[in-house]
């Protein structure tokens, strides 16, 4: 069996876990590591549990406890080249397994695609899990989703997507015009229209679970992003789990399993 949760989503910080037999990957540290030793505990694992940290940006909402967290434990972190310079500037000491766009890490029952998002950081990435029970998509934090990264996720089993942002939230809110920009521009985040088109295709090309992540508190509501999606893909005749993950807790154990 495989297992999904996340810890933490949103613009305060980002983290989740994947665990496939005796695999179990941590996708980013954007929370406090009391918080993330928290949430493994709570969930019947500690640090020396986990097999790797992948990250998929130096933003600090995703590794805001990583320097804390390798200084007291030793699991090893994989993330892009240009993820690795940046995050060097700011957690001393640490030494980042490297893996271009486009590469694959290999584990005992998990195999995960690293992929290209937009997002104005280098080399940002969004993350495809391949397990005995079926595939994870985890993709947030890109303007858009580049063509490559659609083509691999698309059909996944299981679909984290980043569902940020309402359009006219934003553009009515308090935040600076510059941030506005930058929020909806290519290489901002996702909105909802923009997140329940991919949903609706993925849908339609086999995803039976759909997560909408990454939502921001300033310029979005959880009812709005399901409205989004929900109303793209009735269009489908989809019936599949739709549910947005709590932004600052642990939320429940979402489950791959093989078809006998």
Known sequence: ???????????????????SGQTRLLIDMGISCRRICQSLSSVG?????LTAILITHEHNDHKKGLAVYTRKYHTPVYCTPG??????????????????LNGVLHWPDI????????HDCPESSAFHFTTPDGRIGYLTDTGYIPAQTSRRILGADLLVLESNHDL??????????????????????LSNA?????????????????????????????????????????????TGCLEVVPDGTVSKAYRLERTP
């Open 168 to 189: 006219n939230m934003l553009w009515a809110g308090s935040y600076p015009y510059s941030l506005k920009v930058r929020i909806s521009s290519s290489e901002g985040h």
């Open 1 to 19: 069996m495989t297992t999904f949760r996340t810890f933490a989503s949103g613009s305060s910080g980002n983290a989740a876990l994947v665990v």
């Open 194 to 238: 923009d997140s329940a088109g991919f949903a609706a295709a993925s849908a339609k090309a086999g995803t039976q679970t759909i997560l909408l992540a990454h939502l921001s508190r300033e310029n979005n509501t959880p009812a709005l992003a399901i409205q989004a999606a929900r109303q793209a893909l009735s269009e489908t005749g989809w």
């Open 111 to 118: 195999d995960v695609d690293v992929l290209p998002t937009s």
């Open 83 to 100: 993820t690795a310079r940046q995050l060097a500037r700011s957690v001393d000491g640490l030494t980042a397994h490297t893996v271009p």
């Open 45 to 49: 694992l500690n640090p020396g549990d």
